[in-house]
């Protein structure tokens, strides 16, 4: 008789790591993941049954964890990167979940029905339509179980809508309400594992949301373009060299700069994908925040593209992208490429 602990149960994890979650957002995934791991360590059932994948995106999408058992998962660090490429996540997803996860056969049985997690907080960035379809059409005769979770206002809930019918929000971003999320993550998968070890039920019954953390979102019946609420500029810091973010929030009277945000160093040459750019008159951008490196005050931008820190009494700025002598003064209006998140 085959054991019911000889079946997996596959879990993928879609997370977002664009620049809209930089700071606070990627800091709390970063510890959510570890509450997940501990939550499923310390239970027997999970430790029996659960395989666990992780797909991380942002300008391109890459399963930074193979389908494992839970058991041996390292979790990696998660880094923050431009664009929000949703659609190249659901392929990565729906080529992984083929060559991964085992299927019926007439003289075995497969793994349990895969769930998956997805964690977005912005739009999508590239062509996202096509793999939704796909992922909808390839597990219509293949199940799982989709689990969409928008986090913050930004998001397109028609977007997630056309991925699954089980779509969440979590509308106030904030590394409490981040944690609680994971915890039921953590909940739903123990439930889970518990239910399919004592019977052989395919049905899926996720623990109970976190009071005032997830609610479940209006679809539309049509997409809706909505005014960026965000914008972010990728800047230098003269002096060290190293790239930070300044994230704006949207006004009345233009984007008004709200927080810096220290990133990798290697975030400009780490770029693959298309970055989610638009441009836009820096007389909409309301002034700049002090470098988080060197605390220079002011801004400039090089005919490269590369903006940077520079100091009140600064004449003459190195680039730090192209290495050209700027001789620094003020300038009429220009154009400025931003980026969504």
């Given amino acids: 008789m085959e054991e019911l602990f000889d079946r997996r149960l596959p879990v993928y994890l ?3 790591c664009s620049e ?3 700071g606070d957002g990627i800091e709390a995934v970063q510890k959510g993941m570890t509450t997940l791991m501990d939550a499923l360590h310390a239970d027997p059932h ?16 890459t399963q930074t964890i193979p389908l494992t058992d839970v058991t041996k998962v390292i979790l990696p660090r998660f880094r923050v990167r431009p664009g929000t490429a949703l659609g190249a996540a659901l392929s990565t997803l729906h080529n992984a979940i083929r060559r991964e996860v085992r299927l019926h056969t007439p003289t075995s049985r497969g793994d349990w029905r895969p769930i998956v997690f997805l964690l977005t907080d912005g739009v999508p960035t590239d ?3 096509k793999a939704a379809q796909a992922c909808r059409s390839f597990h219509a005769s293949n199940p799982l179980n989709i689990i969409a979770i928008g986090c913050g206002d930004d998001i397109n809930p028609y977007v997630l809508g056309q991925i699954t019918d089980n779509v969440l ?3 106030d971003i904030t590394p409490t309400n981040f944690q609680k999320t994971f915890s039921w993550i953590s909940s739903s998968l123990t439930t889970v594992s518990k239910q399919i070890g004592s019977q052989a ?7 109970k949301l976190p009071d005032g953390t997830l609610e479940i979102p209006i679809i539309p019946e049509r997409s809706v373009t909505s005014p960026q609420k965000q914008l972010f500029l990728a800047f230098r810091c003269s002096r060290s060299k190293q790239p930070y973010l300044i994230r704006y929030s949207a006004s009345s009277r233009g984007y008004e700069p709200i927080r810096s945000h220290k990133v990798d160093d290697d975030y400009f040459t780490g770029q693959s994908g298309k970055p989610a750019t638009f441009s836009l008159s820096s007389s909409h951008v309301l002034g700049v925040l002090s470098c988080p490196y060197c605390e220079n005050e002011g801004a400039g931008i090089c005919e490269c593209g590369m903006s940077f820190c520079c100091g009140p009494d600064d004449t003459v700025v190195t680039c730090p992208g192209c290495k050209a002598h700027l001789q620094m003064g003020d300038s009429n209006d220009f154009s400025v490429t931003g980026r969504m998140g």
């Fill in 46 to 61: 999970a430790l029996e049954t659960v395989w666990l994948s992780i797909i991380t995106f942002a300008d391109t999408a």
């Fill in 127 to 129: 062509e996202w339509e």
């Fill in 169 to 171: 929000q979590m509308r």
């Fill in 201 to 207: 039920g395919q049905q899926m019954e996720l623990a």
């Fill in 20 to 22: 809209s979650m930089v």
């Fill in 14 to 16: 879609l997370i977002d």
